[in-house]
């Protein structure tokens, strides 16, 4: 008999870039999807198109650029939204849309203020008119372990009735455990199967208690057979289950659960670098599968015992999982042919622009530190040339005094769009805010640094820093950027500056606060 498959639905566009503080332009959430179509993603969840037009362009735009996985669009259960999702779907080799209703009293009562009839109704009406225009539909139940079994029963039967196809079951706010959850799904699966219609059943599963990947493969032992998850497992509150925890608990266990996976594991690593990197969000040192500690072996005792034999303490393989061998590559002697293969190795492949910025910048780098590393590659890549937004600023020089007995002054001359060129001093309280202040009076506006991170790319003295910030404007609107150098004060300004960059693009554009209209619009 052929072995089951497990169907890997990716929600890192969607529940994935609801995590606080995270927002991601269309550049970015178009690098992802391509990445997460690299990596085999089978159905991939693009966003919620109603919740703002921005985020229906990046639905639209995913659409048009990434065809292997199903291409899904979320909406609640009202026509409008359907509508949004369909418009937003129309150019997708294969659309799914996703529409979701509440099952808990609580829920019911304070979220939709309906009661158990009227949340029915509409889904059977939400189901109903999804599969006038996809044969594929998916309906979710939020908040399904605090909800009624009956009234479940009763709402998902209805749902297949009315033609949904894929069955998603949420643990909303990550309360269930994993014997329960598993128990949950075999009732449901038994219930449903009564009315003598085939659906997949899919797990979806929140990390507030850490029971996220445990629950979901324990849904998959009670016979689900699609996961949802994110890449690093980012998501509301405490995030989601993460995508390559449980891909890799299925396939180093496949001994145990016997599943099928179309992920191509080897991008695993790049996918969680990636996704890092534009959301922002730092991946812990000791997080399984793709933390900086994940192979790392310091203890004498296991140190000995994996020069022996790898396998006495690792059950995982760098290599499975894309981690890269840190090796010195190329230096100020090495030409266009050699990077261009290099980057490609490292899986960028870049348009002759872009690839000219990244010679550019891998020149002035060489030029400062001796060998540069696949990781000081991939820093400057990233930061300054993959999803960059257009440059209304462009950094020509900066000059910092600082030390213990002086005030740390900043001039920062910037070049603007118009081709003018705005120079500006000021003091702060370090040379960074001096900088930040400079760089706010050349442009014309003050923006506040919401969060700023540093670390070094490579564990060599001579490390290229990387600098991660989140800048808001005036407006609300918030945008975080990358810079990378061997001096942390110019990654500093270049990071600034790229999130300026992002939020000038966006006052251009007309959008308002992306994250308040989102949150307003979503209630998920
Ligand atoms: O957590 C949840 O319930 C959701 C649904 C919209 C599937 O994200
Ligand atoms: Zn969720």
Redesign the pocket.
Known sequence: MAEAAVRIFD?TLR?GEQSPGVTLNLDEKVEIARQLQRLGVDILEAGFPVASPGESAAVEAIAAAVREPVICG?ARTRRGDIDAAVKALRGAARARI?T?TSGSAVHLRHVLRLTEDEALERAVDAVRYARQFVSDVEF?V??VPRSDPEFLVRLYGAAVQAGATTL?I?D?VGYSTPQEFADLIRFLRGRVAEAGVEVVFSV?T?DDLGLAVANALAGVEAGATQI?CTVNGIGERAGNCALEEVVMALRTRKDRYGRTLGIRTEELYRTSQLVSKLTGMAVQPNKAVVGANAFAHESGIHQDGMLKERTTYEILRPQDVGVPETRLVLGKHSGRHALRERLEALGYHLEDADFHRAFERFKELADRKRGIADADLAAIVQAEVVAVAPEHCRLEYFQVTSGSSTVPTATVRVALADGDPAQESATGDGPVDACYRAIDRAVGQEFHLVDYTLRAVTDAKDALGEVTVRVRDGAGRTATALGASTDVIEASVRAYLAAVNKLVGLQGSGVTDQRTVAAGERQ?
């Open positions: 929600t529940d979320l996703h979701f979710s939020q908040d998603n949420p909303t979806h929140h949802e998920v």
